[in-house]
Protein backbone atom coordinates (compact mmCIF):
# COMPACT_ATOMS: atom_id res chain seq x y z
CA UNK A 1 0.00 0.00 0.00
CA UNK A 2 1.33 3.28 -0.93
CA UNK A 3 1.94 6.25 1.41
CA UNK A 4 -0.43 8.19 -1.52
CA UNK A 5 -3.16 6.16 -1.30
CA UNK A 6 -5.64 8.53 -0.63
CA UNK A 7 -9.63 7.48 1.17
CA UNK A 8 -12.72 9.84 0.26
CA UNK A 9 -15.11 9.15 3.77
CA UNK A 10 -18.34 10.80 3.29
CA UNK A 11 -20.92 10.87 6.06
CA UNK A 12 -23.08 13.40 7.63
CA UNK A 13 -21.79 12.78 11.33
CA UNK A 14 -18.56 14.26 12.60
CA UNK A 15 -18.09 11.50 15.14
CA UNK A 16 -18.34 8.62 12.37
CA UNK A 17 -16.13 10.51 9.90
CA UNK A 18 -13.49 11.12 12.73
CA UNK A 19 -13.55 7.48 13.49
CA UNK A 20 -13.27 5.83 9.43
CA UNK A 21 -10.61 8.81 9.34
CA UNK A 22 -8.36 7.66 12.32
CA UNK A 23 -8.49 3.52 11.60
CA UNK A 24 -7.46 4.56 7.97
CA UNK A 25 -4.62 6.89 9.23
CA UNK A 26 -3.47 4.14 11.48
CA UNK A 27 -3.12 2.28 8.89
CA UNK A 28 -0.95 4.63 6.54
CA UNK A 29 -3.86 6.37 3.85
CA UNK A 30 -4.38 9.61 3.70
CA UNK A 31 -7.76 10.51 4.04
CA UNK A 32 -9.87 13.38 2.76
CA UNK A 33 -13.22 14.41 4.81
CA UNK A 34 -16.59 15.19 3.45
CA UNK A 35 -19.92 15.72 5.14
CA UNK A 36 -22.13 16.38 1.81
CA UNK A 37 -22.45 16.01 -1.85
CA UNK A 38 -21.35 19.17 -2.54
CA UNK A 39 -17.94 18.84 -0.48
CA UNK A 40 -17.52 15.26 -1.72
CA UNK A 41 -18.51 16.79 -5.79
CA UNK A 42 -15.50 19.63 -5.01
CA UNK A 43 -12.66 17.11 -3.61
CA UNK A 44 -13.60 14.60 -6.43
CA UNK A 45 -13.25 17.45 -8.73
CA UNK A 46 -9.69 18.81 -6.82
CA UNK A 47 -7.86 15.42 -6.67
CA UNK A 48 -9.53 12.39 -7.18
CA UNK A 49 -8.79 10.06 -4.24
CA UNK A 50 -8.29 6.32 -4.79
CA UNK A 51 -11.22 4.83 -2.82
CA UNK A 52 -14.46 6.36 -1.27
CA UNK A 53 -16.25 5.18 1.49
CA UNK A 54 -19.90 6.64 1.13
CA UNK A 55 -22.87 7.02 3.57
CA UNK A 56 -26.21 6.00 1.81
CA UNK A 57 -28.40 8.42 4.10
CA UNK A 58 -26.52 12.28 4.36
CA UNK A 59 -28.49 14.52 6.77
CA UNK A 60 -32.87 14.21 5.72
CA UNK A 61 -32.00 12.95 2.23
CA UNK A 62 -31.99 8.80 2.60
CA UNK A 63 -31.38 8.77 -1.35
CA UNK A 64 -28.24 11.44 -1.39
CA UNK A 65 -25.65 8.51 -1.11
CA UNK A 66 -27.21 6.76 -4.54
CA UNK A 67 -27.20 10.56 -5.98
CA UNK A 68 -23.88 10.77 -5.17
CA UNK A 69 -22.82 7.55 -6.53
CA UNK A 70 -24.20 8.03 -9.78
CA UNK A 71 -22.75 10.93 -10.18
CA UNK A 72 -19.17 9.92 -9.16
CA UNK A 73 -19.41 6.74 -11.55
CA UNK A 74 -20.44 9.40 -14.34
CA UNK A 75 -17.59 11.48 -13.90
CA UNK A 76 -14.55 8.97 -12.64
CA UNK A 77 -15.75 5.91 -12.99
CA UNK A 78 -12.46 4.33 -12.09
CA UNK A 79 -13.17 5.23 -8.27
CA UNK A 80 -14.13 2.05 -6.43
CA UNK A 81 -17.00 3.09 -3.94
CA UNK A 82 -17.67 1.36 -0.64
CA UNK A 83 -21.10 2.17 0.73
CA UNK A 84 -21.26 2.75 4.59
CA UNK A 85 -24.52 2.71 6.13
CA UNK A 86 -26.22 2.39 9.68
CA UNK A 87 -29.54 2.69 7.27
CA UNK A 88 -29.00 0.14 5.33
CA UNK A 89 -30.85 -2.97 3.98
CA UNK A 90 -30.11 -5.77 1.69
CA UNK A 91 -32.16 -4.44 -0.90
CA UNK A 92 -30.38 -1.04 -0.84
CA UNK A 93 -27.29 -2.74 -1.01
CA UNK A 94 -27.96 -4.61 -4.42
CA UNK A 95 -29.22 -1.31 -5.33
CA UNK A 96 -25.79 -0.14 -4.83
CA UNK A 97 -24.20 -2.53 -6.04
CA UNK A 98 -26.30 -2.43 -9.12
CA UNK A 99 -25.99 1.29 -9.34
CA UNK A 100 -21.96 0.71 -9.58
CA UNK A 101 -20.69 0.27 -5.93
CA UNK A 102 -17.86 -2.04 -5.15
CA UNK A 103 -18.83 -3.64 -1.79
CA UNK A 104 -21.89 -2.79 0.74
CA UNK A 105 -20.82 -2.30 4.80
CA UNK A 106 -23.35 -1.64 7.45
CA UNK A 107 -23.20 0.76 10.55
CA UNK A 108 -21.97 0.00 13.51
CA UNK A 109 -18.72 -1.72 11.88
CA UNK A 110 -16.43 -4.02 12.79
CA UNK A 111 -12.55 -2.45 12.15
CA UNK A 112 -11.21 -5.74 10.60
CA UNK A 113 -13.87 -6.21 8.25
CA UNK A 114 -13.32 -2.19 7.12
CA UNK A 115 -9.98 -2.44 6.84
CA UNK A 116 -9.79 -5.99 5.20
CA UNK A 117 -12.33 -4.72 2.46
CA UNK A 118 -10.05 -1.63 1.77
CA UNK A 119 -6.97 -3.40 1.29
CA UNK A 120 -9.23 -5.88 -1.51
CA UNK A 121 -10.90 -3.01 -2.82
CA UNK A 122 -7.86 -1.12 -3.37
CA UNK A 123 -5.96 -4.23 -4.81
CA UNK A 124 -8.52 -5.21 -6.98
CA UNK A 125 -8.47 -1.53 -8.45
CA UNK A 126 -5.04 -1.74 -8.66
CA UNK A 127 -5.15 -4.91 -11.11
CA UNK A 128 -7.75 -3.37 -12.90
CA UNK A 129 -5.59 -0.49 -13.72
CA UNK A 130 -3.00 -2.35 -15.01
CA UNK A 131 -4.61 -4.16 -16.73
CA UNK A 132 -6.50 -1.26 -18.48
CA UNK A 133 -2.82 0.59 -19.01
CA UNK A 134 -1.76 -2.93 -20.69
CA UNK A 135 -4.87 -3.07 -23.09
CA UNK A 136 -4.35 0.36 -24.01
CA UNK A 137 -0.58 0.48 -24.94
CA UNK A 138 -1.93 -2.22 -26.98
CA UNK A 139 -4.29 0.06 -28.39
CA UNK A 140 -1.87 2.26 -28.95
CA UNK A 141 0.22 0.00 -30.68
CA UNK A 142 -0.77 0.70 -34.69
CA UNK A 143 -2.62 3.85 -34.32
CA UNK A 144 -0.18 5.68 -36.75
CA UNK A 145 -1.56 3.16 -39.40
CA UNK A 146 -5.07 3.97 -38.83
CA UNK A 147 -6.44 5.84 -41.54
CA UNK A 148 -6.35 6.65 -44.99
CA UNK A 149 -4.22 10.03 -45.25
CA UNK A 150 -1.33 9.83 -47.73
CA UNK A 151 0.74 9.86 -44.52
CA UNK A 152 -0.62 6.40 -43.09
CA UNK A 153 -0.52 5.03 -47.16
CA UNK A 154 3.58 5.62 -46.94
CA UNK A 155 4.19 5.51 -43.16
CA UNK A 156 4.24 1.28 -43.11
CA UNK A 157 6.41 1.11 -46.22
CA UNK A 158 8.96 3.95 -44.80
CA UNK A 159 9.72 2.45 -41.43
CA UNK A 160 9.90 -0.79 -43.42
CA UNK A 161 12.81 0.95 -45.35
CA UNK A 162 13.98 2.72 -42.48
CA UNK A 163 13.60 0.06 -39.72
CA UNK A 164 16.58 -2.63 -40.91
CA UNK A 165 19.51 -0.05 -40.49
CA UNK A 166 21.31 0.98 -37.38
CA UNK A 167 20.86 4.64 -38.37
CA UNK A 168 19.53 7.28 -35.59
CA UNK A 169 16.36 8.81 -36.23
CA UNK A 170 14.86 12.26 -35.22
CA UNK A 171 11.04 12.51 -34.99
CA UNK A 172 9.85 15.87 -35.14
CA UNK A 173 5.96 15.56 -34.14
CA UNK A 174 2.88 17.50 -32.32
CA UNK A 175 2.28 16.52 -29.04
CA UNK A 176 -0.35 13.50 -28.44
CA UNK A 177 0.19 11.62 -31.84
CA UNK A 178 1.72 7.98 -30.20
CA UNK A 179 5.63 8.24 -31.09
CA UNK A 180 6.45 5.88 -28.56
CA UNK A 181 4.27 3.70 -30.75
CA UNK A 182 5.97 4.23 -33.90
CA UNK A 183 9.67 4.19 -32.32
CA UNK A 184 9.14 0.61 -30.95
CA UNK A 185 7.77 -0.61 -34.05
CA UNK A 186 11.10 0.12 -35.64
CA UNK A 187 12.58 -1.54 -32.96
CA UNK A 188 10.95 -4.43 -33.61
CA UNK A 189 11.73 -4.30 -37.05
CA UNK A 190 15.31 -4.27 -36.16
CA UNK A 191 17.70 -6.70 -35.77
CA UNK A 192 17.68 -5.18 -32.33
CA UNK A 193 14.09 -6.66 -31.66
CA UNK A 194 15.55 -9.05 -28.66
CA UNK A 195 17.28 -7.11 -27.00
CA UNK A 196 16.10 -3.89 -24.69
CA UNK A 197 13.89 -0.94 -25.59
CA UNK A 198 14.18 1.97 -23.66
CA UNK A 199 12.36 4.77 -23.22
CA UNK A 200 12.65 7.70 -21.62
CA UNK A 201 11.17 11.35 -21.24
CA UNK A 202 13.90 13.78 -21.32
CA UNK A 203 11.25 16.40 -20.01
CA UNK A 204 12.41 17.00 -15.77
CA UNK A 205 12.43 19.66 -13.61
CA UNK A 206 15.04 17.74 -11.40
CA UNK A 207 17.66 17.58 -13.91
CA UNK A 208 20.35 16.25 -11.41
CA UNK A 209 18.50 13.12 -10.34
CA UNK A 210 17.32 12.93 -14.19
CA UNK A 211 21.08 13.13 -15.31
CA UNK A 212 21.74 9.80 -13.22
CA UNK A 213 18.44 8.27 -14.73
CA UNK A 214 19.57 8.88 -18.12
CA UNK A 215 23.57 7.88 -17.87
CA UNK A 216 23.46 6.35 -14.07
CA UNK A 217 26.26 6.60 -11.34
CA UNK A 218 28.83 4.77 -9.84
CA UNK A 219 26.65 2.60 -7.89
CA UNK A 220 23.62 2.33 -10.65
CA UNK A 221 22.86 1.56 -14.22
CA UNK A 222 21.28 4.48 -16.23
CA UNK A 223 19.03 3.76 -19.45
CA UNK A 224 21.75 4.72 -21.78
CA UNK A 225 23.27 0.79 -20.41
CA UNK A 226 20.45 -0.73 -20.08
CA UNK A 227 19.63 -0.07 -23.73
CA UNK A 228 22.88 -1.65 -24.66
CA UNK A 229 22.54 -3.26 -27.99
CA UNK A 230 19.03 -2.33 -28.09
CA UNK A 231 17.28 1.09 -28.92
CA UNK A 232 17.49 4.11 -26.99
CA UNK A 233 14.06 6.23 -27.31
CA UNK A 234 15.02 9.44 -25.71
CA UNK A 235 11.78 11.52 -26.14
CA UNK A 236 11.43 15.43 -26.00
CA UNK A 237 15.11 15.71 -26.63
CA UNK A 238 15.56 19.21 -27.18
CA UNK A 239 14.34 19.19 -23.20
CA UNK A 240 17.79 17.94 -22.36
CA UNK A 241 19.97 20.85 -20.38
CA UNK A 242 22.98 21.61 -21.67
CA UNK A 243 25.42 19.48 -19.27
CA UNK A 244 23.12 16.31 -20.72
CA UNK A 245 23.30 17.42 -24.39
CA UNK A 246 27.37 17.43 -23.96
CA UNK A 247 27.30 13.85 -22.40
CA UNK A 248 25.31 12.30 -24.92
CA UNK A 249 26.79 13.74 -27.82
CA UNK A 250 29.92 12.53 -26.38
CA UNK A 251 28.25 9.30 -25.94
CA UNK A 252 27.15 8.98 -29.83
CA UNK A 253 30.83 10.47 -30.80
CA UNK A 254 32.81 7.46 -28.58
CA UNK A 255 30.46 4.69 -27.61
CA UNK A 256 31.40 5.54 -24.01
CA UNK A 257 31.90 7.81 -21.11
CA UNK A 258 32.89 8.14 -17.67
CA UNK A 259 30.53 8.20 -14.83
CA UNK A 260 32.30 9.15 -11.54
CA UNK A 261 34.96 6.94 -11.81
CA UNK A 262 33.25 4.17 -13.68
CA UNK A 263 33.41 3.68 -17.87
CA UNK A 264 29.85 3.17 -19.19
CA UNK A 265 30.02 1.86 -22.47
CA UNK A 266 27.40 2.49 -24.91
CA UNK A 267 25.97 0.53 -28.30
CA UNK A 268 22.73 1.07 -28.90
CA UNK A 269 20.31 2.49 -31.81
CA UNK A 270 19.31 6.10 -30.70
CA UNK A 271 15.73 7.25 -31.53
CA UNK A 272 14.80 11.29 -30.78
CA UNK A 273 11.60 13.16 -31.14
CA UNK A 274 10.58 16.25 -30.27
CA UNK A 275 7.55 18.60 -30.43
CA UNK A 276 9.43 21.31 -30.36
CA UNK A 277 10.56 24.16 -33.44
CA UNK A 278 14.06 22.29 -33.97
CA UNK A 279 15.18 25.50 -35.99
CA UNK A 280 14.37 28.31 -33.36
CA UNK A 281 15.75 26.25 -30.87
CA UNK A 282 19.15 25.66 -32.91
CA UNK A 283 19.41 29.41 -33.87
CA UNK A 284 19.31 30.73 -30.77
CA UNK A 285 21.98 28.05 -28.66
CA UNK A 286 19.07 26.33 -26.66
CA UNK A 287 20.00 23.11 -28.49
CA UNK A 288 23.38 21.56 -29.83
CA UNK A 289 23.69 21.78 -33.17
CA UNK A 290 26.32 19.39 -33.47
CA UNK A 291 24.13 16.81 -31.09
CA UNK A 292 21.40 17.36 -33.85
CA UNK A 293 23.89 16.73 -36.64
CA UNK A 294 24.58 13.46 -34.95
CA UNK A 295 20.75 12.54 -34.05
CA UNK A 296 18.76 13.64 -37.32
CA UNK A 297 20.40 10.99 -39.92
CA UNK A 298 17.04 9.72 -40.92
CA UNK A 299 14.10 12.03 -39.96
CA UNK A 300 10.31 11.43 -40.15
CA UNK A 301 8.10 14.73 -39.92
CA UNK A 302 4.55 13.57 -38.31
CA UNK A 303 1.31 15.76 -39.61
CA UNK A 304 -0.89 17.34 -36.77
CA UNK A 305 -4.83 15.41 -36.96
CA UNK A 306 -6.05 18.52 -38.61
CA UNK A 307 -4.09 18.32 -41.81
CA UNK A 308 -4.75 14.62 -42.26
CA UNK A 309 -8.97 15.24 -41.30
CA UNK A 310 -9.28 11.19 -43.78
CA UNK A 311 -8.25 9.44 -40.82
CA UNK A 312 -10.33 11.32 -38.29
CA UNK A 313 -13.32 8.75 -38.79
CA UNK A 314 -11.48 5.41 -39.22
CA UNK A 315 -9.49 6.22 -35.71
CA UNK A 316 -12.94 6.99 -34.19
CA UNK A 317 -13.88 3.59 -35.46
CA UNK A 318 -11.13 1.90 -34.04
CA UNK A 319 -11.07 3.56 -30.70
CA UNK A 320 -15.01 3.38 -30.75
CA UNK A 321 -14.96 -0.66 -31.61
CA UNK A 322 -11.88 -1.01 -28.64
CA UNK A 323 -13.23 1.28 -26.43
CA UNK A 324 -16.28 -1.03 -25.94
CA UNK A 325 -14.19 -3.88 -25.63
CA UNK A 326 -12.21 -3.05 -22.77
CA UNK A 327 -14.82 -1.23 -20.86
CA UNK A 328 -17.58 -3.81 -21.80
CA UNK A 329 -20.23 -1.18 -23.00
CA UNK A 330 -22.77 -1.97 -25.59
CA UNK A 331 -21.94 -1.43 -29.04
CA UNK A 332 -23.02 1.51 -30.30
CA UNK A 333 -22.15 4.42 -32.90
CA UNK A 334 -22.46 8.19 -33.09
CA UNK A 335 -24.91 10.44 -35.07
CA UNK A 336 -24.37 12.17 -38.06
CA UNK A 337 -24.42 15.65 -36.27
CA UNK A 338 -22.08 14.60 -33.93
CA UNK A 339 -20.21 13.09 -36.76
CA UNK A 340 -20.08 16.05 -38.10
CA UNK A 341 -18.71 18.39 -34.75
CA UNK A 342 -15.57 15.60 -34.65
CA UNK A 343 -14.58 16.17 -38.12
CA UNK A 344 -14.50 20.07 -38.22
CA UNK A 345 -12.91 19.87 -34.91
CA UNK A 346 -9.35 20.74 -34.69
CA UNK A 347 -7.93 18.30 -32.28
CA UNK A 348 -5.38 20.34 -30.62
CA UNK A 349 -4.46 16.90 -28.26
CA UNK A 350 -4.62 15.05 -31.48
CA UNK A 351 -5.04 11.05 -31.46
CA UNK A 352 -4.83 11.33 -27.73
CA UNK A 353 -7.33 13.83 -27.58
CA UNK A 354 -9.33 12.00 -29.83
CA UNK A 355 -9.20 8.60 -27.76
CA UNK A 356 -9.94 10.26 -24.67
CA UNK A 357 -13.09 11.82 -26.59
CA UNK A 358 -14.46 8.43 -27.39
CA UNK A 359 -14.12 7.05 -24.01
CA UNK A 360 -16.17 9.81 -22.52
CA UNK A 361 -18.55 10.25 -25.31
CA UNK A 362 -19.10 6.31 -23.93
CA UNK A 363 -19.23 6.94 -20.51
CA UNK A 364 -21.72 10.09 -21.01
CA UNK A 365 -24.25 8.29 -23.40
CA UNK A 366 -24.52 4.92 -20.98
CA UNK A 367 -28.22 5.37 -20.73
CA UNK A 368 -28.69 6.00 -24.56
CA UNK A 369 -27.88 3.42 -27.93
CA UNK A 370 -26.29 6.18 -29.93
CA UNK A 371 -23.64 8.63 -28.51
CA UNK A 372 -25.36 12.28 -29.89
CA UNK A 373 -23.49 16.26 -29.40
CA UNK A 374 -24.64 16.39 -26.28
CA UNK A 375 -22.67 13.63 -24.58
CA UNK A 376 -19.45 15.15 -26.72
CA UNK A 377 -17.15 17.68 -24.67
CA UNK A 378 -17.87 21.50 -24.44
CA UNK A 379 -15.15 22.11 -26.24
CA UNK A 380 -16.02 20.28 -29.23
CA UNK A 381 -19.96 21.67 -29.44
CA UNK A 382 -18.41 25.34 -28.43
CA UNK A 383 -15.89 25.11 -31.50
CA UNK A 384 -18.55 23.78 -33.58
CA UNK A 385 -20.68 26.68 -33.18
CA UNK A 386 -17.66 29.09 -33.85
CA UNK A 387 -17.43 27.47 -37.43
CA UNK A 388 -20.67 27.49 -38.16
CA UNK A 389 -21.05 31.17 -36.81
CA UNK A 390 -18.20 31.67 -39.10
CA UNK A 391 -20.85 31.29 -42.23
CA UNK A 392 -22.31 34.47 -41.44
CA UNK A 393 -25.30 33.63 -41.80
CA UNK A 394 -26.84 37.28 -40.59
CA UNK A 395 -25.48 38.68 -43.71
CA UNK A 396 -27.90 36.51 -46.20
CA UNK A 397 -30.75 38.60 -44.83
CA UNK A 398 -30.26 41.58 -47.23
CA UNK A 399 -29.99 39.55 -49.97
CA UNK A 400 -31.89 37.99 -52.72
CA UNK A 401 -32.67 34.11 -52.69
CA UNK A 402 -30.31 33.59 -55.68
CA UNK A 403 -27.64 35.51 -54.53
CA UNK A 404 -27.84 34.46 -50.95
CA UNK A 405 -27.89 30.97 -52.41
CA UNK A 406 -24.79 31.53 -54.36
CA UNK A 407 -22.86 33.19 -51.05
CA UNK A 408 -23.53 30.87 -48.92
CA UNK A 409 -22.44 27.68 -51.44
CA UNK A 410 -19.38 29.68 -51.51
CA UNK A 411 -18.71 30.27 -47.64
CA UNK A 412 -19.98 26.27 -47.03
CA UNK A 413 -17.64 24.82 -49.89
CA UNK A 414 -14.66 27.13 -48.90
CA UNK A 415 -15.42 26.12 -45.20
CA UNK A 416 -15.19 21.91 -46.48
CA UNK A 417 -12.01 22.18 -48.72
CA UNK A 418 -10.00 23.87 -46.17
CA UNK A 419 -11.68 21.38 -43.46
CA UNK A 420 -10.02 18.71 -45.80
CA UNK A 421 -7.07 20.24 -46.72
CA UNK A 422 -7.96 21.16 -49.96
CA UNK A 423 -8.69 17.29 -50.91
CA UNK A 424 -11.36 17.30 -53.73
CA UNK A 425 -11.82 13.89 -53.74
CA UNK A 426 -12.41 13.87 -49.87
CA UNK A 427 -14.66 17.18 -49.78
CA UNK A 428 -16.95 15.59 -52.43
CA UNK A 429 -17.49 12.18 -50.79
CA UNK A 430 -17.93 14.43 -47.62
CA UNK A 431 -20.61 16.77 -48.94
CA UNK A 432 -22.84 13.86 -50.95
CA UNK A 433 -21.60 15.22 -54.46
CA UNK A 434 -19.84 13.44 -57.49
CA UNK A 435 -16.08 15.01 -58.15
CA UNK A 436 -17.00 16.37 -61.14
CA UNK A 437 -19.85 17.93 -60.35
CA UNK A 438 -17.91 19.57 -57.46
CA UNK A 439 -15.26 20.90 -59.58
CA UNK A 440 -17.79 22.27 -62.13
CA UNK A 441 -19.31 23.88 -58.47
CA UNK A 442 -16.01 25.21 -57.58
CA UNK A 443 -15.25 26.73 -60.85
CA UNK A 444 -18.95 28.43 -61.67
CA UNK A 445 -18.00 30.29 -57.93
CA UNK A 446 -14.30 30.72 -58.41
CA UNK A 447 -13.32 28.85 -55.69
CA UNK A 448 -9.78 27.40 -55.88
CA UNK A 449 -8.96 24.76 -53.57
CA UNK A 450 -6.45 24.81 -51.01
CA UNK A 451 -3.84 23.34 -52.73
CA UNK A 452 -4.08 24.94 -55.63
CA UNK A 453 -4.27 28.05 -53.33
CA UNK A 454 -0.50 27.38 -52.30
CA UNK A 455 1.43 26.05 -55.19
CA UNK A 456 -0.16 29.50 -56.78
CA UNK A 457 1.13 31.82 -53.86
Known sequence: MSSETTVLVVDDEAEVRSLVSDILTDEGYKTSLAKDEQEALSIIKDSPPDLMFLDLWIGEDESAGLRILGKVRKSHPEIPVIIISGHGTIDVAVQAIQKGATDFIEKPFVIDRLLLTCRQTLETSRLKKENLALRLNKLDSEIFAIGESPFVLSIKSTLDKIAPTNSRI???????????????KIHKKSHRKDSPFVHINC???DKENFESELFGSEKSYGCMEKADHGTLFLEDVTKLSKNCQAKLLQFLQEGSCLVG??????????????????????????FSQELFYR??????????????????LPLINYY?????AIFGLKPKSFTESALAILRSYDW???????????????INSMESSVIDKNSLPPELTSSA????????????ISLQMREAKENFESDYLRTQIDKFSGNISKTAEFIGMERSALHRKLKSLGIMSSKKNAKKR
Open 170 to 184: FIKSPVGMGIDAIAF
Open 295 to 312: INIVRLDIPNLKDRREDI
Open 385 to 396: KEKFASLNVAKF
Open 203 to 205: FSD
Open 261 to 286: KRGVRFDARVICSSSEDVDSLLSSSK
Open 348 to 362: PGNIYQLRNVVESSL
Open 320 to 324: LTNSQ
